[in-house]
């Protein structure tokens, strides 16, 4: 069973910075593609990054770009979401996922991940 989790939120100022972490097992992490996506108070889940199972392509929604960074570090089966110069529009539930497909590209689509994690808050303060 596969299983994710999520760590590093918190509050942080505008401006700030905070780097995310997913930790997962059960499944051969380094033959996945995996995405970030985030949930806002009574806003639908959006997607925010992803990267290729190689780690070579990176895929953002065009809110981030230039301010978070996604990698991965396959011998720790480990994601991250580096996020820089934060904005108050960028809280929200952060949550990983492991899409479906073994050795995939990137993917902006919920429906192209199948495992989720429990996701981990973010709050950035104006």
């Known amino acids: 069973q596969v299983q994710l989790v999520e760590s590093g939120g918190g509050l942080v100022p505008a401006g700030g910075s905070l780097r995310l972490s997913c930790v997962v097992s059960?499944?051969?992490?380094?033959?996945?593609?995996m995405g970030w996506f985030r949930q806002a108070p009574g806003k639908e889940r959006e997607f925010v990054a992803a990267?290729?199972?190689?780690?070579?392509?990176?895929y953002y929604t065009d809110s981030v770009k230039g301010r978070f960074a996604v990698s991965r570090d396959n011998a720790k089966n480990t994601v991250y979401l580096q996020m820089n110069s934060l904005k108050p529009e960028d809280a929200a539930v952060y949550y990983c996922a492991v899409r479906r497909l073994l050795y995939s590209g990137t993917s902006s689509s919920e429906t192209d991940f199948a495992s989720w994690g429990q996701g981990t808050q973010v709050t950035v303060s104006s």
């Open positions: 990267i290729s199972w190689a780690g070579e392509n990176t």
């Open positions: 059960g499944r051969t992490f380094s033959r996945y593609c």
